[in-house]
């Protein structure tokens, strides 16, 4: 019972229901013993079904169980068998299951019965539930129960027809108006009943028929379906009960009830008291739908009439028929002033016109109209507007009969819209004529206005906007951080006044345009000061600001180079003094002044000068870390403020920019040039007093540089008097050419390996050069290559290698077909030189090589110095077959920009670039964007200084196609290619094949 505690009523009632069932199980027992010992009703079953059909479903099955003991309780008392005692209870519990299932498929239970067809639906559900327990008791007992039950289990059917209704339609105000209202009528119907049972059923059956069908039919028009009900059981029971006794035309010859009695009383039933019980069943649903009609015409009249609306209702003719009260209020009129007068009467001359041309003919046809506009005249002559809406009422023809028709006063909701609209034209006039944004939200925050300024600068359009959150559409950021700037609305949706932007603020539009704006928000407000929403002013600065900033650059900066100019160099110069001297910190000042600048000046012109210097500071700022200052002081004359560097890491950053500056090769007009740079270090500590100081101690160091042979640093020390020892390049002339007489120069290999296996598995390396000196020391290139080429000296030791590389690789043919690629370095004055290329392609006719097994690298600098003479031997070499990679890629002055000019395979990423990849975000960003850019561009990707697992872990999750470094294989002799085991190749090995992939 869902937990419910039970309650003493209901106990009451199922104690009720079980001892009502016991009762009429033990009369209907006895009777069966009797005569036949075949039942003419079985109550019991019937009395418990229109319990269930009635009953909550957590009551049903205490129900069903206690009136199950009764029955097997009963049958014990009269003397049954065990056995047969639960067989007869299994099967009236079969057949009241059954016939209350069926029910519950037919009609939704509870039931009650309001149609014919269900009082029949209970006697068929009754059939199939008794025939479903008399074929149980049949099949479990033999034949006789087959030759006896089926008549016998009839009785239920009478039972649940005489019984099962009068259950289901008692209830109290029944039974009280039958007993309180209606008692006369109601007694006398039962007695003259009785007395026509009694006193006709001596002699003929079907005179009983006759004579009570009469008072049936009377009750059941009368007194209704529990009345009836009721006096059919009456009679019923009058007649078992003679026929019991031996008085009556069915009653057996040695007493009791036969199958004859039982055949009768079904034909009783048939003729007499179920057409009774559908007559009362019929009326009463007839009374019903009397009685809602009734109260719905009373609902109609009081709601017509009451309703605070104008209603009407006109004929074919258009002419009133009735009108509400509220009507008649508005319009001034009396009701028999206005029924039968046409409803445009009460109409404007425009407003008649209307409905007589166009409304009416349409609401005749389709019988229905929506808010029609009219403008309607009261008695004294006020105009006012109204909307008609009108639906008709159709004859059995489908024409129209008549029509109801309500109509609303909007006079007031009419000015107030024409106000409206006056006024909201005006402010979008005013909107979308002013040179500011405007954006206006609900209290959500989400967009419902763009005037056409606030369009064109964020890139939306109104339509496409609306009901997006502001965020979305209106994306703003800080100038300064270009962190993303808070939501200027928030304060205004929150309540507070009006918000105006304190830093400066960048609108990043769809379309990636960005403009400098300024902002002010305020709150819109309802009359009780509630928030609605918010409205965004943004001004576009931009040119402002760019004024402003360009201003204060021009001020700050030098006009040819971009750098920081001198004044604004003595200026922070000035600061780092006054930190050094207050916090004891180490920084350091460089004089960079270049080397034979005067030359590329006297033999090219100036304009050549200039171009030469704004390569060289873009060499500069590349090869400094983003907190230094690099300044043009004037002239050739650079100076460079190192803050919080100590002498010794000072050094190396002016150490590699003296290197970027001897590597660099000026190219103008075909001409190429080598520039030095000599450098002044000046240490900046307390002990500094002053900027003019410093300025002049590092003009000094630069001084003693160059004098020493320039192209070089030199560290200002106090009282140091010993010039930096020199150390000319012209030696190192006599070596290089000495060795190239000697045969001296010695190739190696360094393997290349692809992060990703390849298929072909073939050796990948790249060949590197090194000097063998007069006592067996080896020298790297680094050593020797800057005097070679500043002396041109290159293009011989270039010639050297293609030579050497491409006979050796013909002379091993069982190693050259295990050769996937082999990449040889050549120098930017080869790449410019057109004998060389010549050369190149003799060489490969010469020795037969394939060209596909040769890849040529050059690096990044000497191809954007030399970019048309790039490209020629590029395309040249590659209509061989050869393939090219780009080295040192990133640290040129323009990677990207020259990238889709050269026709190269591979990039090698910069080395600066790699070696620090696991622990530097930034050089972690630039080989990620290098490998990205790369791969659109169809180029693969080589990392130089893979020198640890860490390392290589990174770049293969990057996506980097190849690695190069001494983690991966240190160079070695190109004679250890030959005792590389072929399964060895392209995968990563230890102990003697360590070296090659």
């Known amino acids: 019972m869902g937990g419910k505690p039970l309650t003493r009523a209901q106990g009451i009632r199922f104690l009720a229901v079980g001892l009502a069932y016991f009762l009429t199980a033990l009369l209907e027992i006895t009777l069966t013993s009797q005569g036949d010992n075949i039942a003419v009703l079985w109550p019991p079953n019937a009395i418990l079904i229109g319990v269930l059909l009635r009953a909550k479903s957590c009551y049903r099955p205490v129900y069903f169980g206690i009136c199950l003991l009764a029955d097997l309780v009963a049958s014990k008392v009269m003397g049954e068998a065990t056995s047969i005692a639960l067989g007869f209870m299994l099967a009236n519990g079969l057949a009241v299951a059954v016939t209350v299932a069926f029910m519950q498929r037919l009609i939704p239970l509870p039931v009650t019965l309001h149609e014919p067809w269900q009082l029949l639906a209970l006697v068929g559900a009754g059939l199939l539930g008794t025939a479903v327990g008399a074929a149980f008791i049949g099949v479990t007992y033999g034949t006789f129960y087959w030759a006896a039950w089926p008549t016998w289990w009839l009785a239920d059917v009478v039972s649940i027809a005489l019984i099962t209704p009068v259950l289901l339609s008692a209830s109290w105000p029944v039974a009280k108006t039958l007993l309180t209202k209606r008692t006369a009528e109601t007694a006398a119907a039962l007695l003259i009943a009785a007395a026509v049972t009694v006193g006709v059923f001596h002699s003929s059956s079907y005179a009983l028929v006759y004579l009570t069908a009469p008072v049936m039919l009377w009750f059941s028009f009368r007194l209704g379906l529990f009345a009836c009900g009721v006096l059919g059981l009456v009679i019923t029971i009058i007649v078992v009960a003679l026929t019991l006794q031996g008085v009556g035309p069915i009653a057996s010859q040695v007493g009791g009830i036969s199958l004859t009695t039982i055949q009768t009383l079904q034909i009783y039933l048939s003729l007499v008291i179920l057409p009774a019980l559908m007559i009362s069943i019929e009326r009463e649903n007839r009374l019903r739908a009397e009685a809602e009609i009734i109260q719905s015409q009373a609902r109609y009249r009081s709601l017509y009439h009451d309703t605070p609306a104008m209603l009407h209702s006109i004929d074919r003719q258009g002419r009133l028929l009735s009108v509400s009260a509220y009507w008649l209020t508005i319009m001034g009129y009396e009701r028999d002033e206005v029924i039968g007068r ?3 009467d009460f109409m404007t001359d425009a407003s008649r016109r209307y409905a007589i041309e166009v409304v009416l003919p349409a ?25 008609l809406s009108a639906t008709a009422e159709h004859n059995p023809d489908g024409s129209v009969a008549h029509s109801l028709t309500v109509m609303h006063d909007v006079t007031a909701r009419k000015r107030a819209e024409t106000a409206l609209v006056a006024e909201k034209e005006r402010a979008q006039v005013t909107l979308e004529s002013i040179g500011d944004g405007v954006i206006t939200t609900d209290a959500n925050g989400r967009i419902n206005y763009l005037n056409p300024i606030a369009e064109a600068m964020t890139g939306w359009l109104l339509a496409a906007a609306q009901d997006k959150a502001l965020q979305e559409v209106f994306q703003i950021i800080n100038e300064s951080t270009c962190e993303p700037a808070a939501d200027p609305l928030a304060p205004c949706l929150t309540g507070n006044p009006i918000v105006r932007s304190t830093h400066s603020t960048v609108l990043i539009n769809r379309h990636g345009t960005e403009y400098s704006i300024e902002i002010s928000a305020a709150p819109i407000r309802d009359s ?11 001004h576009d600065v931009s040119e402002q600001r760019r004024l402003q900033r360009e201003i204060a650059h021009q001020a700050q900066h030098d006009a040819l180079t971009g750098l920081v100019n001198r004044r604004e160099f003595e200026q922070r110069l000035q600061r780092v003094i006054e930190a050094a001297q207050t916090q004891n910190s180490e920084h350091a000042l460089c ?30 700022e590349k090869n400094i870390r983003r907190h230094d200052t690099l300044a043009r002081l004037g002239g050739d004359e650079f100076g460079l403020l190192l803050e919080h560097c100590p002498l010794d890491s000072a050094l190396r950053i002016v150490n590699t920019l003296r290197q970027t500056v001897e590597d660099f090769r000026f190219c103008w007009n075909g001409q190429y040039f080598r520039i030095g740079v000599s450098i002044g270090l000046v240490p900046i500590n307390s002990a500094n007093s002053s900027v003019a100081s410093v300025l002049r101690a590092a003009d000094s160091a630069c001084y003693v540089a160059k004098d020493s042979g320039r192209n070089r640093i030199h560290i200002y020390r106090e009282h140091d008097v010993d010039l930096a020892r020199r150390h000319g390049e012209m030696q190192w002339v006599a070596r290089i050419q000495q060795a190239l007489e000697e045969d001296r120069f010695q190739l190696y290999a360094q393997p290349i390996v692809p992060f990703k296996k390849l298929p072909s598995g073939g050796i990948h390396c790249e060949l590197l050069l090194r000097l063998v000196e007069n006592d067996g020391k080896i020298s790297p290139p680094g050593a020797f290559m800057p005097a070679a080429e500043r002396y041109n ?23 050259l077909d295990r050769i996937m690629l082999c990449t040889i370095n050549l120098s930017g004055r080869s790449i410019g030189d057109r004998f060389f290329h010549a050369y190149v392609l003799r060489q490969f006719d010469d020795t037969g090589l394939s060209a596909k097994k040769i890849c040529f690298e050059i690096t990044e600098t000497a191809a954007v110095a030399n970019l048309a003479d790039a490209t020629r031997f590029m395309q040249a070499l590659k209509k061989r077959g050869c393939r090219f990679s780009l080295d040192d890629f990133g640290s040129g002055l323009s990677s990207f920009a020259y990238l889709k000019a050269l026709p190269v395979d591979f990039l090698k990423i910069d080395g600066l670039f790699v070696k620090d990849i696991v622990h530097d975000p930034i050089d972690l960003a630039m080989v990620r964007s290098i490998n990205e850019i790369g791969h659109l561009l169809g180029k693969k990707t080589v990392a130089e200084y893979v020198e640890n697992n860490a390392i290589l872990d990174k770049l293969r999750n990057l996506g980097i196609d190849y690695g190069q470094g001494y983690g991966l294989g240190r160079p070695q002799p190109l004679s250890a290619l030959l005792k590389i085991n072929p399964r060895s190749a392209n995968s990563i090995k230890t102990g003697a094949d360590a070296h090659f992939i």
Request: overall charge positive; some cysteine.
């Open 793 to 815: 000296l290159a293009v011989a030791i270039d010639r050297w290698v293609v030579s050497q590389a491409l006979r050796w690789l013909a002379t091993h043919p069982a190693l």
């Open 342 to 344: 046409r409803s445009t």
């Open 363 to 387: 609401f005749m046809r389709s019988g229905v109209c929506r808010d029609i506009p009219y403008q309607m005249v009261k008695k004294n002559g006020e105009v006012f507007d109204v909307l």
């Open 528 to 538: 009780n000061r509630q928030v609605l929403g918010a409205v965004l002013v943004f």
């Open 591 to 620: 004089y960079l002044d270049l080397d034979q600048f005067k030359v590329v000046n006297d033999t090219c012109g100036h304009t050549a000068g200039d171009s030469l210097l704004q390569q060289l500071a873009t060499l500069f």
